[in-house]
């Protein structure tokens, strides 16, 4: 009779553990298998080609005013011309390379108002969050002071103190945008601060900068993230709200706010002049906020293993 019982060999396979997968590598297949983070990524991406590439593929000087071509339409519309592919604006200024070179200063804004304003955010909420007590109460009160103010209305009067430039904007908009930041981090700080390697690195003599360097901000990076491309949408929105009101930025820049504000008084009889910057503002805001949407569904706690 045959034996039909598995071997030794046999048998430790069977009971082996499958191979685990790397942290890194789940991560990967968990953003693929994610359409909407990466839609996001690849309009975002496309932007940002497009944006770093304008000097090259731009088809005119989007600063060359020509009023013998002015508010032509565009390449779809009866009278337009593969010249002007997006027809002109007021001045005769090609819309199409002013869209390019637009794209660049949106997320010019987006990315140092973050910078600006992550820093201040996450230095408040890592003090308030490690060190607690009166550090905590002192910078609690000042988040719900900021979280008081409406930011829209103290941008208007910021921007109309400081004055209406590229550099105003960012600066201002730098310094409003850090309590949900500040917010974020102080929950996550609170929540590791009494972690077993916290404890552990404080028995070992580290300094408390190295505590927060290595320890703290490695383990709340991935929030961050999160909360940086949604403010970075929100810097945006409100610098094109600032440029539409005339408090943001200046011409002759081409602002997608701007141009918007410059296309208001043709929007009866030339509708294009403002829905073609809206619409791309429109996309990269999306595209931003799918990309933190995503980001914050892959990196949640129930999916990191």
Known sequence: MTDLAPSATEASRL????????PSMALLRRSLRHG???????ILFLIIALALLAPLIAPHDPYAQDLSRR????????????EHILGTDKLGRDYLSRLLFGARISLLIGVVTVLISGTIGTLLGVCAGYFGGR???????IVTTRLALPVVLVALASAALVGS????????LGLLLWDRFAVVTRSATQQIAGSDYIGAAKAIGCSTPRIILSEILPNILNPLIVVATLEMAHAILLEAALSFLGLGVQPPLPSWGLMIAE??????FSPWVIAVPATALVFLVLAINLLGDGLRDVTAP???N
């Open 15 to 22: 009971d082996a553990a499958p191979p685990r997968r790397s």
């Open 36 to 42: 909407g983070l990466m839609a996001g990524a690849v």
């Open 71 to 82: 508010m032509m339409p565009p390449v779809w519309q009866a009278k337009g011309t593969w």
């Open 135 to 141: 550090v905590d109460a002192v910078l609690s009160y």
């Open 165 to 172: 430039s590229l550099q105003g904007v960012i600066i201002v």
């Open 263 to 268: 296309g208001k008084q043709y929007m009866f």
């Open 302 to 304: 129930e999916n990191r």
